[in-house]
């Protein structure tokens, strides 16, 4: 009913930067929020960044100040500009949105996730 496909992982060298891109569509009445999840190896998924349908975001403490979330809301994108990357932030990246379909479904969406790797 609703996918999501996301762009822009890739390698990086310790303090470059990359974006990465999610875009939504399908079956989709109302996205109430969309975000940014990672996993690195050998650890739970946890959440990087989220911003709802009004533009307020969350960020996670350790990307504060680094990552910034933004969302075109007219294109159901959501973007996650990454910048003073470190080794740290190697991780598979996944997206999330949060969607009412077309059915008045209330549904939890998640990409197929993009690896980035931050190596020197």
């Known amino acids: 009913q609703v996918q999501l496909v996301e762009s822009g992982g890739g390698l990086v060298q310790p303090g470059g930067s990359l974006r990465l891109s999610c875009a939504a569509s399908?079956?989709?009445?109302?996205?109430?929020?969309m975000g940014w999840y990672r996993q690195a190896p050998g650890k739970e998924r946890d959440l990087v960044a989220d911003?709802?349908?009004?533009?307020?975001?969350n960020d996670a403490d350790s990307v504060k100040g680094r990552f910034t979330i933004s969302r075109d809301n007219a294109k159901n994108t959501v973007f996650l500009h990454m910048t003073s990357l470190g080794p740290e932030d190697t991780a598979v990246y996944y997206c999330?949105?949060?969607?009412?379909?077309?059915?008045?479904?209330?549904?939890?969406?998640w990409g197929q996730g993009t690896l980035v790797t931050v190596f020197s």
């Open positions: 999330n949105a949060r969607v009412t379909t077309r059915q008045f479904k209330l549904l939890g969406v």
């Open positions: 399908g079956s989709i009445l109302t996205i109430i929020s």
């Open positions: 911003i709802d349908n009004g533009g307020s975001t």
